[in-house]
Structures are given as C-alpha cells and as structure tokens.
C-alpha cells in the first residue's frame, strides 16, 4: 500500500514564526501536492513539484515556499506564520506519466497559528 | 476558469436511506472526475473515478455516472451505512495540465442509526 506521512497531525505556532510541515511518501512518486482545506473552500492547491527540485505554484501560492531536495520528500515552509494561515494541511502524492493518476494522501497537519 | 460544485451539506440521513450528493463542473479541456472521500480524522481517499463520457464508476456501493451533456458527476448509493459518515469531494482533473486536481468544496454527510 502507498504511505503518505506527515510530520505532525496537530501543531500551535505564534505569529512570525518559521513552519515547516514535511510530508515523506514511500512509493517512488514523481509527483507531489500541498493543500490547505478550509470549510467551505474544500482543498486549494498551494504548491505542487514534478520532480527532485522542481517546484510550481498552485492556486494560492501566497505566504508559503516549498522544499524538494530528494524524491520521497516534500517540505512546505511558512517564512512567516499568520494567523490566516490557520488550517488543514494535506500533503499527496501521485505517479506520473498515466492517464488517471490517482494522488495519495496524508493524514494530514491542523495548524494553528496563534 | 475550471471549477467544480458541489452540493452544500451537512446532509443528514438515517440509515439504509438513499444517497445523492450533487457534482457539476466547468471545464476548459477534457477532464477525468473522480469523488474521495475524508473520514474523521484522516486524510482523503480515492471513492471512484471516471475517465470519459458515459462511464460508471463504482466502489462500496457508491456509483457515479459522468454526464458531458450537463457535466455532472452525482454520487449515488442506495442504502447508507453510518460508516458511511464522512466529508464527500468531487475532483476533476485536465489531462493536459498534469497531475493537477481541482476539489469541490465537500459535502459532509452525517447518517443516524
């Protein structure tokens, strides 16, 4: 079965502060997704990354940078938490190269910043 | 642009009611369409798909048939469980743009024993 972890399911950061939220899958997937789910919004893309050191931005790139230094990791960086920031982080991932590929996903990071 | 919506929830059954939660979308290309479902306190998981018009996707006794002429993706399932409680999205995804998805908003589904 594919494994998607987070690093943490529930994290309190103050304002200003530096985030990291890691997301490691264990299936050789190319492609990998970060998402915030807000009620009501459902998921918006944030960043998403092709390959080792490729990074593109989604839909509301706004306020985060993203990490690919090897294959099975994908790191979102808060350069500076706010409390609109304040969410469900869910990190997926997916092969490439197929018609219908399904994305895998994480449990999950609620953030809070306070 | 591309979008996808769903019906608003929360929807409330009693068990071994019938199910039907609303999926339209707009597309640009050519999408494939997909439901996950969220169970408490965990992350989504693929429910079904579906590739091209006419096809009917099924899985645990959900089904979805996709409808180009309304662009429509409605999941269905006859009888519901209370493991059946969870946050339901639609997704589409453009063939040309990757492995990108573009969730609907969720519809959370609540059924009572």
């Known amino acids: 079965d594919v494994k998607v972890t987070q690093s943490s399911r529930y994290l309190v950061k103050r304002t200003g502060e530096k985030v990291f939220l890691e997301c490691v899958q264990d299936m050789d997937h190319e492609n990998m997704f970060w998402y915030r789910q807000d009620p009501g919004l459902g998921l918006r893309l944030i960043y998403f990354?092709?390959?080792?050191?490729?990074?593109e931005k989604g839909d509301i790139p706004e306020g985060y940078s993203v990490s690919r230094e090897k294959k099975e990791r994908f790191s979102l960086i808060l350069e500076s938490a706010s409390t609109n920031q304040t969410s469900m982080y869910l990190c997926?991932?997916?092969?490439?190269?197929?018609?219908?590929?399904?994305?895998?996903f994480g449990p999950g990071t609620r953030l809070t910043v306070l | 642009g591309d979008s996808v919506t769903q019906m608003e929830g929360p929807v409330t059954l009693s068990e071994e009611a019938c199910l039907t939660i609303n999926c339209t979308y707009t597309a640009t290309g050519y999408p494939s369409l997909f439901w996950y479902v969220q169970y408490p306190g965990e992350g989504l998981q693929l429910l079904l798909k579906?590739?091209?018009?006419?096809d009917k996707g099924s899985n645990k006794g959900f089904e979805a048939t996709y409808r180009k002429e309304t662009t429509s993706f409605h999941l269905e399932k006859g009888s519901v469980q209370v493991s059946d409680s969870a946050v339901y999205f639609c997704?589409?995804?453009?063939?040309?743009?990757?492995?990108?998805?573009?969730f609907g908003q969720g519809t959370e589904l609540s059924v009572k024993p």
């Open positions: 997704a589409l995804r453009i063939y040309n743009q990757g492995g990108k998805l573009i």
């Open positions: 579906a590739t091209k018009a006419d």
């Open positions: 997926a991932s997916s092969l490439s190269g197929l018609l219908v590929d399904t994305q895998y």
């Open positions: 990354s092709y390959d080792v050191k490729m990074k």
